[in-house]
């Protein structure tokens, strides 16, 4: 027994040597790590600044280089209302989003593990959290607000003077339906819709009659409100004038709308741009199919004795589908009395 015990405890003692040993190396290995620790601490630190620097760099680069292709400058009255909260929200966060970034890596450099140093315990500040929690608060009611104002400014009723016109989207073309010298845009019902009444116009209603449908140019008077009257013929589709700074979803079975007023004509826009080519735009937004890309049309804008000019020689959309059912008719009766004559040399 006394031997079997004596095993045991050199076994213990060898044991108890081992683990000292393997403690030791774990110290020494500690120690190691510690020193690379800090080596990188330093390393980390040094390129959180570089960060900050190439960083700024770059963000103010990316805005002087592409700042042409940020929100267009307005051409309509409420793009200037667009451009101002636009204005007023980067001179807001601006400054923040700097300050704070500068804060965070130089604290990352500044606060980075040094052994002689110990960390200080700063739980809160109640005059600190006060401020950071109120100012913005105050910002973010001053941008609301004016954002509310001038939204309702962009949706309200349009005006009496207001030209009224449709934009029909469909796979893959918008329709362009005008107001004829009545200012109204005559009804239209779904149930009415057929391959002789494309658009379901409701005949009934007189203020169809005049209505016409631009088959090629677009023309718009300047300085003059427009409201838009937007929907689908089929998918889900997005009316967008990027030089005036409307974009609208066109949904099938729900109608949308959006009124602007055009501040400048095609030629001042050309002289402007320094481009004899330029034209304002109508796009799709919304990825409608596989030619969504042919939704682009151009259109001109002119003023008001050329728009009028321009509308008296557009036939309305009633006179042509009765010519057209006229013509239709013709031809179906001719037909016959070729049939008939046919007919009657063949009995001969």
């Known amino acids: ?101 500068i804060l965070l890596f130089v604290f990352a450099y500044k606060y980075r593990y040094v052994e002689s140093r110990k960390a200080f315990y700063y739980p809160h500040n109640k005059k600190l959290e006060m401020i950071w929690t109120i100012i913005p608060a105050i910002v973010m009611v001053l941008l609301v607000a004016e954002g509310m104002r001038n939204w309702f400014k962009i949706t309200g009723p349009a005006s009496e003077n207001a030209l009224v016109i449709e934009a029909t989207g469909e796979q893959f073309k918008w329709t362009i339906r005008f107001s004829g010298e009545d200012g109204d845009l005559g009804r239209k019902r779904v149930r009415q819709i057929s391959a002789q009444n494309p658009y379901g116009q409701d005949w009934t209603d007189e203020a169809n009659k005049d209505d016409f449908i631009a088959a090629t140019d677009i023309y718009l008077p300047v300085d003059r409100e427009i409201l838009v009257k937007i929907n689908s013929h089929d998918v889900l589709h997005s009316f967008f004038l990027p030089q005036f700074d409307v974009k609208m979803d066109a949904v099938p079975g729900i109608p949308t709308q959006f009124k602007f007023t055009p501040t400048m004509t095609t030629k001042e826009y050309r002289e402007w741009k320094d481009d004899p080519q330029a034209m304002f735009e109508l796009a799709c937004t919304e990825l409608c199919g596989p030619s969504h890309w042919n939704m682009k049309r151009t259109f001109f804008v002119v003023e008001q004795e050329e728009y009028e000019a321009w509308a008296k020689e557009q036939q309305p959309y009633y006179e042509q589908m009765k010519a057209a059912e006229k013509e239709a008719a013709n031809k179906q009766i001719g037909e016959l009395l070729i049939d008939k004559n046919e007919v009657a040399d063949n009995s001969n």
């Open 1 to 101: 027994m006394m031997s079997i015990l004596s095993i045991i405890a050199i076994l213990f003692v060898l044991v108890i040597i081992f683990q000292i040993t393997t403690a030791g190396e774990q110290l020494s290995g500690l120690k190691d790590e510690e020193e690379e620790q800090r080596r990188w601490d330093g390393i980390h630190s040094k390129l959180f600044v570089a960060f900050l620097v190439f960083g700024m760099i770059g963000a103010y680069y990316s805005i002087a280089s592409y700042s042409d292709l940020f929100l267009p400058n307005g051409t309509s009255i409420h793009g200037v209302l667009l451009d101002s909260m636009m204005f007023w929200t980067l001179a807001a966060i601006l400054p923040i989003f700097v300050l704070t970034h």
